[in-house]
């Protein structure tokens, strides 16, 4: 049971912290961004702008929101296939509210956001961990029910920014300091759940069932509620993201986020959550939307055709889990070399 990535539990506990910076997941995908960026700024200055680094943070922002939830539900051996059509629903549904209720508050809307995320999330939550369906079938399932319940909702309709009050659309647009609000809060929501997974006992006990689910049952720990909790938050989040999409855009439909839940694995894996379970952390997961967000503005930059971006997003997927399966193997073969000794 760990918080870091799988290279960095292999560190001896003599190693210094400048080692096991450098050996860490994060620590290489960082030196593969600042990689990346400089070639492509080199290229076409154009780049780092600042108009460009700003419509960077809030593109990529949505997409790590949702990373988080995802990376609860990776941490325990599960994945959340339907955060999309999670987005996708609230989405509609905070921008149908202020439809029908003009003067409503704009916290109002997140705080339906949070609700109707959360108990889209129960379902799925519901039906893992007490209905025993394995977690790629449930939440397939329930990518395509709520999805299509986001068709009957919308029926043909849309949401656009003039249905939506300006203080709402303005929490998008606006900025402290020059950072837009929309990321100071998607940072806020990260490093929250990355102190809580680290620092707290019930944040600790994600890791735990991920890594050995009988032995968390032997430690006291009530898998079947912490599973159900991490599918509500991953729930929640989604819807939680679902309301900024719309803030972020303006309009929506009912395809709103349609395929993100593809982009938002491959981001977390990427990042050093194992598709295992029991390995990762919300920081790295974080860096991987970041790489990814990165690769497909860069792409657009030097002007490759589209479709190298979801070629790349795939062998970035492959070569990240094919890491962690070999990092995985020879941990496995120290073990048992020293119980050899």
Do not use: K
Request: glycine share 12%.
């Amino acid at each position: 049971m760990t918080g870091l990535s799988t290279s960095s539990t292999a560190v001896p506990g003599s190693a210094n912290l400048l080692t096991r910076l450098f050996r860490a997941r994060e620590a290489s995908l960082i030196l593969i961004l600042l990689a990346l960026i400089a070639v492509t700024a080199a290229v076409n200055p154009r780049f780092l702008s600042a108009q460009s680094l700003r419509d960077l943070a809030l593109n990529v922002s949505i997409v790590a929101l949702v990373v988080v939830g995802q990376t609860l539900v990776l941490l325990m051996r599960h994945v959340d296939l339907s955060v999309s059509s999670v987005l996708g629903l609230t989405a509609f549904l905070s921008g149908s509210l202020f439809v029908a209720h003009p003067g409503m508050p704009v916290w109002l809307a997140f705080l339906a956001g949070l609700g109707i995320g959360a108990v889209l999330g129960a379902v799925n939550g519901l039906l893992v961990a007490y209905g025993g369906v394995p977690a790629l079938v449930a939440t397939l399932g329930t990518l395509y029910v709520f999805r299509g319940l986001d068709y009957a909702v919308v029926h043909g309709g849309q949401i656009t920014a003039s249905n939506l009050p300006p203080a709402f659309s303005a929490f998008a647009s606006g900025s402290v300091l020059g950072v837009p609000s929309l990321v100071l809060l998607v940072l806020a929501v990260m490093v929250g759940f990355g102190v809580y997974l680290r620092s707290y006992r019930s944040g600790r006990e994600y890791y735990a069932v991920g890594s050995n689910v009988e032995a968390a049952r032997l430690a006291g720990i009530d898998v079947d509620r912490r599973v159900l909790t991490g599918f509500v938050l991953s729930g929640a989040i989604a819807g939680l993201a679902g309301v900024l999409y719309l803030a972020r855009f303006g309009t929506v439909d009912a395809a709103a986020g349609t395929g993100l839940e593809l982009q938002v694995i491959a981001a977390a894996v990427v990042g050093g959550v194992a598709i295992t379970g029991g390995v990762g952390t919300v920081a790295g997961a974080g860096i991987g939307a970041l790489l990814l967000g990165v690769i497909g503005s860069a792409l657009v930059a030097l002007r490759a055709p589209a479709f190298w971006q979801q070629a790349i997003q795939g062998a970035l997927l492959l070569l990240a889990i094919s890491v962690d399966i070999v990092l995985a193997r020879r941990a496995a073969r120290r073990v048992q070399e020293r119980s050899h000794r």
